[in-house]
């Protein structure tokens, strides 16, 4: 009896009939207490988002597997200290953290929220060095400006690490028939123990993190494990229908995603991006690692052979919620075979292991089996093993690539970062993921123009798969998107951007943002400050929201709420360089000169390519009469961005304001055929050419000025000027005023 | 806010019935950075009513005429208009007929900038405090003085439910002598 409920649990899981699993899993466990059934009970809870039941339930368990899920529970009540004594127990055993890279890279997330930076820091290191494929780790490192060079963390070292567990895998493997492996001594299992701890941890990261995107490849892969005839072949399909149970994925996460969005969109819910993916670079061996980070799916095929050598060896069945999806359907499946015969077993444990192994080389021909049977040789020939490498070294270069430019593009290099991602491969560098990147990248240089379209480009790849797809797309980027909209001042293509979002997740505080960016654009900012706050309502750590608000506050002139709210995006996070502008805006409001200065040398450390920063920087050193750095400040943001017109703009103003009138004339004639339509460079020519006492060209500069059309205030100071301009002088006649 | 519309007089200029969301984007409601003080007041009908975005509550007065609404701001700032919602229908010989508003630095030194007669109006009337000379639009004041001078039907006290003033928004960069038109000045000069 206990059989049939942990298989029909484990499919239940696999097959998201949560509240079904839960039910039959309390019965298993009150008929059989154990603590894998809690286990699996825990992970039943959490694939349900009823962290709070997992947390009850697991209090005060010890096995390395139920302190990982109780941590995780923790995690997700916001419990983190409980979190982390549940993963770290005593201060001597950190090589004990229960998960291995996951554990690590949990333990990471947790110092991070609590904001013990160093400490976080060393576990997302860990982390990459157990698991070279723990990608968000990786993400998390660079996000907090302290990543090293992708070369170093997807390099020799973390292939010979990659090798060794599929090596391990691989030996299990050439056991032969599922009953031996199920059966097998302590050298299968310590193998599969020795790479599981890694692996598994890996992979159950990501899986959490698919469980909570919701898209689950392995009952499909499993479907067809079972069917001979498909058995390699992943419907590549399968994200698109799971696509819609995203839509109820917690919006924490898909803001993270954002950022780090899942390993080069393996771990997207993109269906293409999968499926070009998968298509593109894998190798037999590939599938191997990359299952084990990846995708669910490719996790899955991993586990498989993972569990035919435990079999029943429920506790890593139950490694973690989302692994549970895929292992159910394997330990189903060695049920199933148990009944075979052996003999039958063995084609069985073959097929899984081809589709395991050679499925990606088959990746391109969906239904052949014939590959299978060419390497139905369990005996790993060391054709494999040198596949296994340069598989390895595959996508590995490829973490490189994609690792780098992430890494570039969260220094704010943004031309670096650019430059990166051109060298993937045309399928790679469409994927949804990588676009959106290099369209922030793009938005970062303030090249809206092209961030606009590249958005746009991304937007119109999503719609052509479904409505779901789309949702994603909108949810990962449409904060940038609609930024870039407000930029370009485009109001009927962002309101038309948020009622899309409005209508496809109302639950995401990206949506908000987007709705608030169109308030905003109108000058509607208290309505603008309610959509930010509810972003903010819907997740507390969105960064962005909260910059946002302290936006809209300062343009509502309230500075004190305004300070008050940058100062919460930069306790999340420091790196946050708008805070820091937003606070430097707003001191130079209240004429705090130094204050500011000070924010805007932050911002600057951050991003030190910002033209616009600098400027701001100039302005304030100005006003503090420090007029040379001022001067100095203007030179960096004229090379800085050459664009940019602003930095001579002000700098002219500068050498104005302190008497310097011809240079200052010499820097706005060069500005004045740069931007013709720009009617204070024209009004402030004017000024100058009246202290220079060129009266006939001042007036011709303030007409000019009054005709580019300046704002009403503008206007009637321009008129003012002119005015006096004649007092002076010349009698005649100004009435074209 | 709400609906509007009244009607128009003679001398004062008055054309009512100024929809309210036809305020340009470039003027801002000043009132919140102001001191709001009566002369008078009925218990129940006090200055807050004059401010509560409720054209349901009005002020009414409770003394002799000229019924003054004083509006200090803590440092000078430039005004360009003055909204007033009165209605003659609901509120009949308590509708203002004749007001003068004044500027100063304060109440020593009010002066008259502006005089309008109303005749039955019914909504939102606009008060334009730009001079005759068109290239004086604002007017840069401290206070500003809202004086009732008479009512409709001679009567002793007034209704006046709403009052915004409106003045142009400052340039969002500071201390800056002139704010940006172009597109290009514009994209750079901000972050988000």
């Known amino acids: 009896m206990e059989n049939l409920l942990l298989n029909s649990v484990e499919k239940n899981l696999s097959q998201f009939m949560f509240t079904n699993a839960i039910f039959l899993c309390q019965r298993l466990l009150a008929q059989f207490p154990s603590e894998v059934n809690l286990q699996l009970l825990a992970r039943c809870y959490l694939s349900n988002s009823q962290a709070y039941s997992a947390y009850y339930i697991l209090k005060g368990s010890k096995m390395p597997q139920s302190r990982y899920l109780f941590a995780f529970s923790c995690f997700k009540l916001d419990l983190l200290g409980e979190a982390e004594t549940a993963l770290l127990p005593s201060k001597e055993y950190i090589e004990e953290v229960p998960g291995g890279a996951a554990g690590h890279y949990l333990l990471g997330l947790i110092y991070r929220y609590a904001g013990r930076k160093n400490s976080s820091i060393q576990q997302f290191r860990m982390a990459l060095s157990l698991d070279p494929l723990c990608w968000e780790a990786y993400g998390e490192l660079c996000s907090l400006g302290a990543a090293e060079e992708a070369s170093t963390v997807f390099s020799n070292v973390s292939s010979h690490c990659l090798q060794k567990t599929c090596v391990a895998q691989k030996v299990s493997f050439s056991e032969g028939a599922i009953i031996d492996q199920l059966t097998d001594s302590d050298k299968a299992s310590k193998d599969a123990r020795l790479w599981q701890t890694e692996d598994a941890p890996g992979e159950s990261q990501q899986d959490l993190k698919i469980k909570q995107f919701g898209p689950d490849i392995p009952p499909d892969t499993y479907r067809q494990l079972n069917n001979s005839s498909h058995t390699n072949v992943w419907d590549l399909k399968t994200p698109s229908p799971v696509l819609s149970q995203v839509l109820d994925a917690p919006p924490p996460l898909l803001y993270k995603n954002m950022r780090r969005p899942a390993v080069e969109g393996l771990m997207s819910v993109h269906g293409e991006s999968r499926r070009k993916y998968v298509s593109e670079e894998m190798s037999a061996e590939v599938a191997e690692e990359s299952g084990r980070r990846r995708s669910a799916r490719i996790a899955a095929r991993k586990k498989i052979p993972i569990s035919q050598s435990f079999g029943k060896d429920s506790q890593w069945l139950h490694l973690s919620p989302s692994e549970s999806n895929y292992v159910p359907s394997l330990s189903s499946m060695i049920g199933k075979c148990k009944i075979q015969s052996s003999k039958e077993g063995i084609p069985d444990t073959v097929t899984l292991n081809d589709s395991a192994t050679t499925s990606d080389q088959s990746i391109s021909d969906r239904g052949s089996c014939v590959n299978d049977d060419e390497y139905s040789n369990p005996n790993g020939s060391s054709a494999d093993r040198f596949s296994l490498v340069s598989g390895i070294s595959e996508v590995l270069n490829l973490l490189k690539i994609l690792g780098d430019g992430h890494r570039h593009l969260l220094m704010y290099n943004c031309q670096e970062a650019l430059l990166v991602y051109q060298k993937l491969s045309q399928k790679q560098y469409n994927t949804h993921w990588v676009l959106m990147q290099v369209g922030k990248a793009y938005f970062e240089l303030q090249d809206y123009f092209n961030a606009d379209s590249v958005f746009t480009l991304v937007h119109q790849h999503c719609s052509l798969y479904r409505p779901a797809s789309i949702s994603m797309l ?126 805007f040398q932050m911002a600057l450390q951050i991003n030190p390519r910002s033209s616009v920063i600098m400027c701001y920087s100039g302005i304030a050193l100005h006003e503090s009469k420090r007029n040379d750095e001022a001067l100095k400040m203007m030179e960096k943001a004229i090379i800085a961005d050459t664009k940019n017109p602003l930095p001579k703009y002000y700098k002219a103003n500068i050498l104005a304001n302190l008497g310097d009138y011809h240079k200052a004339k010499k820097v706005l004639e060069e500005l004045k055929d740069c931007a013709p339509q720009e009617s204070s460079v024209h009004a402030l020519l004017g000024k100058i050419y009246k202290q220079l006492k060129l009266y006939d060209k001042a007036v011709l500069h303030f007409g000019t000025a009054l005709d580019l059309n300046p704002s009403p205030s503008d206007a009637a100071k321009i008129k003012a000027y002119m005015e006096r301009l004649i007092v002076p002088d010349e009698l005649e006649t100004e009435e074209n005023l | 806010m709400a609906t509007e519309s009244s009607e128009s007089e003679e001398e004062g200029k008055i054309r009512g019935g100024n929809d309210k969301l036809n305020i340009d984007d470039d003027l801002r409601e000043m009132g919140k950075n102001a001191a709001w003080s009566v002369s008078s007041c009925k218990p129940g009908n006090g200055v807050a009513t004059l401010r509560d975005d409720n054209l349901e509550t009005y002020w009414q007065s409770d003394g002799l005429q000229p019924h003054l609404i004083n509006i200090q701001f803590q440092k000078k700032v430039r005004l360009q208009l003055v909204f007033v919602y009165v209605d003659f229908k609901l509120d009949e010989s308590y509708t203002p007929s004749r007001i003068s508003i004044r500027a100063g630095d304060g109440f020593h030194n009010l002066k008259e900038i502006k005089s309008v007669e109303l005749v039955k109006p019914t909504g939102w009337v606009c008060l334009s405090l730009s001079g005759t000379d068109p290239r004086e639009t604002f007017v840069n004041t401290f206070m500003l003085q809202i004086a009732i001078l008479s009512n409709h039907l001679n009567g002793r006290d007034t209704h006046i439910r709403q009052i915004k003033v409106y003045g142009p928004r400052p340039n969002p960069i500071p201390r800056q002598p002139f704010q940006f038109t172009s597109a290009e000045f514009l994209t750079y000069s901000t972050l988000r």
């Not at chain 1, 750590?541 to 919460?568: K, W």
């Not at chain 1, 707003?586 to 130094?594: C, G, I, Q, V």
Request: charged share 25%; hydrophobic share 40%; glycine share 4%.
């Open chain 1, 474 to 599: 909108l949810f990962c980027f449409s904060d940038f998107l609609s930024l870039v909209l407000k930029h370009l001042k485009e109001e009927m293509r962002l309101g038309y951007l948020a009622q899309e979002l409005i209508s496809v997740d109302r639950l995401s505080p990206e949506t908000w943002c987007a709705v608030g960016n169109c308030y905003s654009l109108r000058k509607d900012h208290e309505t603008a400050l309610k959509m930010f706050q509810r972003a903010i309502q819907l997740n507390e750590r969105f960064t962005y929201a909260h910059t946002l608000c302290g936006h809209e506050f300062a343009a509502l002139e309230e500075f004190e709420y305004a300070e008050r709210c940058y100062r919460r995006a930069l306790s999340i996070d420091t790196r946050h360089y708008n805070a820091w502008y937003g606070l430097g805006m707003t001191y130079l409001h209240l004429e705090k000169y130094e204050f500011a200065q000070n924010q």
